[in-house]
């Protein structure tokens, strides 16, 4: 059994700073990747930025060089730190682990609100 929770989220003026933080426990190798994703009613979940086994990071366009995913000592808590944000960055945020196997599997947070607002 895996649980995800995320924390850290809450209301930021346009040009501020947030980072939010999630926690996994369960049975699972550390080694896997982690993923943020948002979601605003009535639009679909996008990808935000995803830690990959590799180490290596990626990031969706519109948050390219103002957010930064980064993995904790622990190794089984993931970070996005969010900077420059915009209106439009205000959405649900959720932390994903993705499990790979026959079959595979993803778990999924219940998710920490962002609202980016004057």
């Known amino acids: 059994q895996v649980q995800l929770v995320e924390s850290g989220g809450g209301l930021v003026q346009p040009g501020g700073s947030l980072t939010l933080s999630c926690v996994a426990s369960?049975?699972?190798?550390?080694?896997?990747?982690m993923s943020w994703y948002r979601q605003t009613p009535g639009k679909q979940r996008e990808l935000v930025a995803t830690?990959?086994?590799?180490?290596?990071?990626n990031y969706a366009d519109s948050v390219k060089g103002r957010f930064t995913i980064s993995r904790g000592n622990a190794k089984n808590t993931v970070f996005l730190q969010m900077s420059s944000l915009k209106p439009e960055d205000t959405a649900v945020y959720y932390c994903?682990?993705?499990?790979?196997?026959?079959?595979?599997?993803?778990?999924w947070g219940q998710g920490t609100q962002v609202t980016v607002s004057s």
């Open positions: 994903n682990l993705f499990l790979p196997g026959s079959p595979a599997r993803q778990y």
């Open positions: 369960g049975s699972f190798s550390s080694l896997n990747a």
């Open positions: 830690f990959t086994v590799g180490a290596t990071t």
